[in-house]
């Protein structure tokens, strides 16, 4: 029994999800981290490649448009438009040109959004459809998004722009390792009221790639109090730190929550696969407004 | 205790014997232990001549109605030698049997005969009666003998998957199977996954299957009860035990208590897989780069002790302590500890008020938790759960005369169930949650065991039983019945119905026995699961009486069955019922099993034809689950043939095999796939898209293991013996499929997703293993 690399990249694959099981400290964590140990340890007994090429037949189904759409008070609307393709198909890029995009404001004037695909140079995202101005928007609006085709499907959403909650306080301390690392707390006041939903981030340099940490609480058991969010001791001194924090509202949480419990499930036997939830209707996708804070700052 | 009759044998009688004693019966009572004073429950007491015989019970006792006259009484278990007794029988009398240890070829015939025959007499329906020493025998992963994985050998069970030891009778879920050990609850039988058992073969006597035709003793669970009955210590001689094994070392020590009067036995076991991944992190603690592997290991300890207060009057106690332990700390400063385990106790008084009537008391206490504890500098966060019984019983017998077993008692049961503990603190902050629930069970019962003629014998009962939680209160009244008929001394027709309720529900969302599953009460919207299963069939002696060929088609229909809408919140949530959804199930097939006992070479084949659905119909703002229509779980199998083999070579050598063929299981595979971007950072993400539950079924599972049981040299001066034990696991290394998954691969250079393919995960490859037991 040879040791190849589909093995090692099993391994590795084990190790990163022993290290940080869905970034969360919670008891479906503690079954991921078992089960990858438990696979580990038995590829490490036996010495064997234990996976290998499965031919599948996995039905096809009609194909749904997928939207991804988030908007910004003072930026312009970009959207993308694509569509669900075959898991085992071959990735190649697809556009749709038969798409119409109309956007509401509270006020009820409609905006169509441009076919104008490109590449937002700031967050480096692809887009096929964009807005012509920036948008006007308070907390608390709701607006409206309506994508169809000529195929006659149609996709519907509704975002309402959840209330600012401003970062407190941002703090940093180091341990007393020879190579020092530094741990970061974040505090905030959750606002009154069950029904609060977060998203945390800390990128190291640069936003454009995946965070370092990330974790999604809600204020279920916390709700009203100044809120702690903290990282491991992970951070070298003098590395700029880029922290978020989102808030959410319930639609757009449980949709990142459900495609976080979709990709989980693929490849863990004990998952229970989970449907995406989308935010819109007569398809698959996300429709929000964002609200976040963001802070920079350099650990030293 | 089961009676046969032999129509040959009673004419034969009927010449020989005066007619008033033949009107007269008197009854022979005692009890059976081995040499070392344990009782031994399932042995058999039989008077060859008249075609007569019982097994003994739990505590080894039994009974035979005979009439007056001189008899050959024979008693006889697997691994002892028979004993033959002469008895003039004038009145009711007692008589007691020791056997001591045999040769293996003796104890398969005796056995093996009057198993056969006692389950063709039997009324009751899809039981098997396992012993230990036949699961000792059998090839076993990584060489650990596990009695649970043995009983899934054996028709209409099925595992949870490869190398796991959960249990899936007959379309049931995991926890619809009621787990005792002496008569104490165990509600995670596992360690690991179900990779283990939390039964120690060494101190485990027998094992009890019922998958239908329920006692009416036995409820609270709608699919199966599995009652295993430890050992008791040797009454004469202290004795030791043990096993070196490839992943786990035993020990067992055994003694009498006050010469003989009573006796306790010890036993323990341990894992050391943490012994070698600890010398791997310490190899590389020069690594700055290097993450420790977490620390794995588990434990089970097991005490009884049995006291002979008078003649009549017998007590026992009987404890189990186990613990599973996982954790690691990581170079970020971040500690991890998780561990999960159960404790149970019993403690039973036997009372024999006369030879017709004696009863037993028993009080258990039954205990499961996992706990969960992350800490990093002043942060700690924990998470647990667990469930807890005090139950307190009595169950009499009564014999009024030789036609009538009446079996009648209660028992209640104080739940508290800690469905969910949160705590987490920090710098600013201290938050804690517990969701906690009591509930109160009972139950009354009453049957009959009623041997109407010859030929017809009919069990029929009835339990009453009843639930509160707060101010919720259920009860349900669950008929039981089963019929034997005779059309022939060798074949026999048989019928079974049970109604069955179960008032607590394993709040799991996976196919598998997990360490973080909860038990849940039923409350106001979680109302109790009930199921009924009419089975039918026949037994048929063969072969000289060598083989005894059996057929059970069932039909099993369930309402009211528990499952989760999709992304449910199960951990810590205060309104859980929110996330339930109720739907209906139903299971039918047929189970062919043909044994041999007799013989150089021994074993059965077996064969299940079966399908499992459920329906969950749209529900709670919820399109239900695949939208309302029937699906299979993934215990569903459509095929299950299993063939176990074990052949004598000589006097040193065993020789044993198991060959296992299943369906494959009903799993969720993604369809589609759609690629999300997020807001910021990160590449595009390829989403699954899921479609309906359990739409794909994984290719078939089929395995051989083979053993050979090699026994040293005895050791003469000190009494003792050893023996190797080889296992070869998956013997022609078929890699069975685990899971599925669909895994992207990217180009090199640009790191760009370039395919997509299906990566079949397999657990075990072909695995040796070598198993040193000892004993003296």
Redesign the interface.
């Known amino acids: ?1 040879k040791t190849d690399r589909g093995f090692l990249r ?1 391994l590795e694959r084990m ?1 990163r999800i ?2 940080n099981p869905d970034g969360r ?4 964590a ?2 991921r ?3 990858a ?6 590829g490490l007994l ?1 010495g ?1 490649n ?7 037949d ?4 009609p194909a749904q448009l ?1 939207v ?1 759409c ?1 908007l910004e008070a003072g930026k312009i609307p970009e959207m ?1 438009v ?1 569509e ?8 190649t890029p697809t556009i749709l040109t038969d798409v119409t995009v109309t956007l509401t404001s509270p006020r009820g004037v409609t905006e169509t959004l441009r076919f104008q695909p490109g590449q937002n140079p700031d ?1 480096r ?2 887009f096929t459809h964009r807005g012509t101005r920036r948008l006007s928007i308070q907390p608390g609006d709701t607006w409206q998004l309506t994508v169809t085709d000529t195929k006659g499907r149609r996709v519907m959403g509704t975002a309402t722009m959840p209330a600012t909650v401003p970062i407190d306080t941002i703090e940093w301390m180091f ?1 007393n390792r020879p ?1 020092p ?1 530094a ?1 970061v ?1 974040v ?1 905030f006041q959750d606002p009154p009221g069950v029904g609060d939903f977060y998203r945390f ?1 800390v ?1 190291n340099d ?6 370092d940490v990330e974790y999604f609480p809600e204020d279920r ?2 709700d009203g ?4 969010l ?1 990282t ?3 951070f070298a001194q003098n590395d700029t730190l880029i922290v ?1 924090l ?1 808030h959410l509202d319930q639609p757009y949480y ?1 949709f990142l ?3 976080n ?3 989980s ?13 989308s935010t819109v209707q007569g398809g ?3 429709f929000a407004i ?1 609200n976040y804070q963001r802070r920079l700052i350099i650990v030293r | 205790m089961r009676f046969y009759s032999s129509r040959a044998a009673l004419a034969l009688l009927l010449l020989l014997t005066p007619l008033t004693l033949l009107a007269q019966n008197f009854l022979l009572r005692g009890a059976v232990r081995g040499s070392d004073g344990s009782a031994l429950p399932g042995a058999n007491v039989a008077v060859p001549a008249l075609g007569l015989g019982a097994a003994t019970d739990a505590d080894g006792r039994y009974e035979l109605s005979l009439p007056a006259g001189r008899h050959r009484v024979v008693a006889s278990f697997i691994g002892y030698k028979p004993v033959n007794e002469d008895v003039n029988l004038r009145a009711n009398q007692r008589l007691d049997f020791t056997l001591s240890v045999g040769t293996e070829l003796q104890e398969v015939v005796i056995e093996g005969r009057g198993t056969l025959e006692q389950k063709l007499q039997t009324t009751q329906m899809g039981v098997e009666r396992l012993s230990v020493r036949e699961a000792k025998l059998l090839p076993a992963l990584f060489g650990e003998v596990d009695i649970l994985k043995t009983l899934q050998l054996k028709p209409g069970v099925q595992n949870g998957g490869e190398g796991t030891s959960g249990l899936f009778v007959r379309g049931g879920s995991s926890d619809q199977n009621l787990f005792l050990v002496d008569d104490a609850v165990v509600y995670n039988p596992n360690h690991l996954f179900g990779l283990f058992s939390t039964f120690n073969s060494d101190v485990v006597q027998s094992v009890d299957l019922y998958k239908s035709g329920f006692p009416a003793q036995y409820g609270g669970r709608l699919s199966s009860v599995v009652d295993v009955k430890l050992r008791e210590g040797s009454r004469d001689s202290f004795g030791i035990a043990g096993g070196l094994g490839l992943i786990s070392s035993r020990l067992a020590v055994e003694a009498p208590i006050n010469k003989g009067k009573g006796s306790f036995i010890v036993a323990g076991r341990r894992t050391y897989f943490d012994v070698f991944t600890r010398q791997i992190n310490r190899l590389n603690d020069d690594d700055p780069d290097y993450n420790p592997i977490p620390d794995y290991y588990f434990y089970d300890l097991n005490l009884k002790a049995n006291y002979q207060l008078t003649d009549k009057d017998q007590v026992f106690l009987s404890g189990y302590f186990g613990n599973d332990v996982f954790g690691f700390n990581s170079t970020r400063g971040f500690n991890f500890d998780f561990h999960w385990g159960n404790r149970s106790a019993t403690a039973r008084w036997s009372h024999v008020f006369n030879p017709r009537l004696f009863t037993n008391t028993t009080a258990t206490w039954s205990y499961y938790t996992y706990s969960i504890e992350n800490k990093l500098d002043q942060f700690s966060f924990g998470l647990g759960s667990n469930i807890r019984d005090w139950n307190l019983r009595s169950d009499w017998e009564w014999r009024p005369n030789d036609k009538h077993v009446i079996r009648f008692g209660g028992s209640g049961t104080l739940h508290h169930f800690g469905v969910g503990r949160l705590q987490a603190q920090g710098g600013s902050f201290s938050i804690g949650q517990n969701v906690e629930y009591d509930g109160l069970e009972g139950g009354l019962y009453a049957a009959d065991n009623f041997t109407v003629t010859d030929k017809l014998a009919l069990d029929y009962g009835l339990r009453l039983t009843g639930f509160q939680s707060g101010t919720n209160e259920y009860g349900g009244v669950e008929p039981r019945a089963a019929a034997r008929y005779s059309l022939t001394p060798r074949f026999s027709l048989k019928g079974s119905y049970a109604l069955m309720y179960q008032y607590v529900h394993l709040v799991t969302n996976s196919g598998a026995s997990l360490p973080t599953d909860i038990w849940y009460p039923s409350r106001l919207s979680v109302k109790p699961q009930r199921s009924q299963q009419v089975s039918t069939g026949f037994s048929w002696l063969i072969g000289s009486g060598k083989f005894l060929l059996t057929d059970e088609v069932y039909y099993k229909w369930a309402q009211r069955q528990i499952d989760f809408r999709d992304g449910a919140q199960l951990f810590v949530n205060p309104e859980l019922d929110a996330e339930f959804l109720f739907g209906k199930g139903w299971a039918y097939g047929n189970e062919i099993y043909l044994e041999k006992k007799e013989g150089k070479t021994t074993g059965w084949l077996g064969y299940t034809l079966a399908w499992t659905k459920r329906e969950f119909e749209p529900q709670r703002g919820t399109t239900g689950i695949n939208q309302g229509r029937a699906f299979f779980p993934t215990y569903d199998r459509r095929h299950n043939l299993t063939l176990v083999l074990l052949h004598k070579l000589n006097k040193r050598v065993n020789l044993t095999s198991s060959f296992v063929y299943t369906s494959g299981n009903p799993t969720t595979l993604p369809t589609g796939r759609i690629g999300v971007q997020d807001v910021y950072g990160g590449e595009l993400q390829a989403v699954p898209i899921y479609p309906d539950r359990n739409s794909y079924r994984l290719p078939s599972y089929h395995r051989l293991d083979l053993g050979v049981v090699y026994k040293l040299k005895p050791w003469r001066k000190i009494g003792g013996e050893s023996d190797l034990t080889l296992s070869i696991y998956n013997a022609y290394n078929r890699r069975n499929p685990y899971f599925i998954y669909i895994d992207e691969v990217r180009n090199e250079e640009t790191n760009l997703p370039e395919s997509y393919r299906a990566r079949q995960v397999s657990l075990f490859p072909v695995i040796p293993s070598l198993t040193y037991n000892f004993k003296f």
């Open positions: 029994m099993m190790k022993l290290n400290p919670g008891a479906r503690a079954q981290r078992l089960m140990w438990m696979l580990a340890l038995t036996t064997c234990l996976e290998q090429n499965a031919d599948v996995l039905p096809v189904l997928v991804e988030y993308t694509t669900t393709v075959p898991y085992l198909s071959t990735p967050t995202k692809f341990n190579e690392r741990m707390t505090k981030q990128h640069s936003i454009s790639d995946d965070p058991l916390l109090q100044l809120v702690t903290g491991s001791y992970e978020s989102f449980n929550r459900s495609i419990d979709a990709q499930a693929n490849g863990n036997p004990f998952g229970q696969p989970a449907a995406v939830q698959i996708g996300v964002l």
